[in-house]
């Protein structure tokens, strides 16, 4: 008797020059591995780091060695798709792959695939709000026509909100019934609300952590100010975690300020930045402006929502389609410091209704926000692609 595609498991092929190890990759290949999918891993690391991306779209791609990077982990990666098997059943590109998708179609193509391609963010996007369009022009305009054709090209596109999918909507006139939602969520291996329940805390001190890259997109001058508003109570105390383009910045604010309630942190290896979390009185989450910020929900508030912590952010039309304020966090005006350190103080003043916060916030990210119920729905997408 012959066994027809329907009588194994749905076979993805999960293909790019991502960079090895990004969360949302190795979260989602985990996750739907346990959704009973078989997962085909096929993919070469082009990018070392974030910063390594940003000096590629400030002009350093015109370098000969970059070229050759580029050409050599190319064809390493054409190199590992002839070694695999051909009979997937759908194609899975992640981020970033606003190149990669254009391969990924020609090799779909010819092997009659469906191809998905799971943006999570826009690459074109990012550049504007750091700026490097002043820096280099040609190649931003580069990357939007990359990113436009990126988009025409899938089957199915994946983003966390309809907030976004607005966006890419508009910005490059896609088809809303192509794009599929699938949030974002936390690396449970690491953010294990079991660090919460056995982390110790010093009562007379209420820890303000935030952890994160310092760019414009999560606003960390803002929490400075709150800092300054705050600066009077010894018992509340900020602690920065992390590094990036605005951290100078935000260092200089603290020396103009005289501030003896900041603390900087450096990178953290995950395991040591779960435990700081843990330990942590309240998590900030983000508080920019840029549109970026508001379209989208970032990794950090869920993982403050996995480990069952007191949370508070910025307000946004994203945060309102995702989570509730008043029930699993709190939200403060993104134009006004103020209403940061207001919200800090309420939860110092009734710890109780910090600790209900978090709980609810915990059983929200169980039931919709977790990594089995993320991957599942992503499968369910992959599965109603290719018919299985």
């Given at each position: ?5 329907h ?11 991502r ?5 949302r990759?190795?979260?989602?290949v ?9 997962v085909?891993?096929?993919?070469e ?5 974030f ?8 002009g ?10 580029v050409l050599?982990?190319?064809?390493r ?10 009979d ?7 981020y ?16 009659g ?5 799971d ?17 280099s ?19 199915r ?5 309809h ?21 974002l ?13 056995q982390a110790?805390?010093d009562?007379a ?7 994160g ?24 105390q ?48 983000t ?8 379209m ?9 929502l ?31 410091p ?9 939860l ?7 600790e209900?916060l ?13 990594v ?10 992959l ?6």
């Amino acid at each position: 008797m012959s066994t027809g595609p329907h009588d194994r498991p749905l076979r993805v092929c999960y293909f790019g020059t991502r960079r090895a190890g990004y969360a949302r990759n190795a979260i989602i290949v985990d996750g739907l591995r346990r959704q009973g999918i078989e997962v085909i891993d096929c993919h070469e690391s082009l990018w070392q780091s974030f910063a390594d991306r940003e000096q590629a779209a400030a002009g350093g791609w015109v370098r000969p060695a970059f070229f050759l990077r580029v050409l050599r982990t190319y064809i390493r990666l054409l190199w590992r798709y002839a070694s695999i098997p051909h009979d997937y059943d759908v194609m899975v590109v992640g981020y970033p792959g606003q190149f990669d998708v254009i391969l990924a179609r020609v090799l779909t193509l010819l092997n009659g695939k469906p191809l998905v391609w799971d943006i999570l963010m826009s690459i074109y996007l990012i550049c504007m709000e750091r700026g490097l369009h002043k820096q280099s022009p040609l190649t931003v305009a580069l990357i939007h026509t990359a990113e436009r054709l990126a988009c025409k090209l899938p089957d199915r596109l994946i983003l966390d909100t309809h907030t976004y999918v607005d966006w890419f909507c508009r910005t490059y006139h896609v088809d809303r019934k192509r794009f599929r939602l699938v949030p974002l969520t936390a690396d449970e291996r690491a953010f294990d609300p079991e660090l919460t329940r056995q982390a110790q805390r010093d009562p007379a001190i209420c820890r303000a952590v935030y952890h994160g890259t310092f760019i414009p997109n999560h606003g960390v001058p803002y929490i400075i100010e709150a800092a300054r508003i705050l600066r009077r109570r010894s018992d509340i105390q900020f602690e920065l975690i992390g590094d990036g383009p605005q951290k100078v910045i935000a260092e200089q604010m603290v020396r103009d300020y005289g501030l003896g309630n900041v603390r900087f942190i450096g990178w953290l290896e995950k395991d040591l930045l779960a435990e700081h979390i843990a330990a942590a009185d309240i998590c900030l989450g983000t508080f920019g402006t840029t549109p970026q910020s508001l379209m989208t929900v970032q990794n950090k508030i869920y993982e403050a929502l996995a480990m069952a912590r007191p949370l508070i952010t910025g307000d946004s039309p994203a945060v309102r389609e995702a989570l509730t304020p008043g029930e699993q966090l709190l939200v403060c005006d993104r134009d006004d410091p103020h209403t940061l350190a207001e919200q800090i103080l309420r939860l110092r003043h009734d710890p109780a209704h910090a600790e209900a916060l978090a709980c609810r916030g915990r059983r929200h990210y169980e039931e919709f926000c977790g990594v089995d119920r993320v991957s599942a729905r992503f499968a369910d997408h992959l599965r109603e692609l290719a018919g299985h």
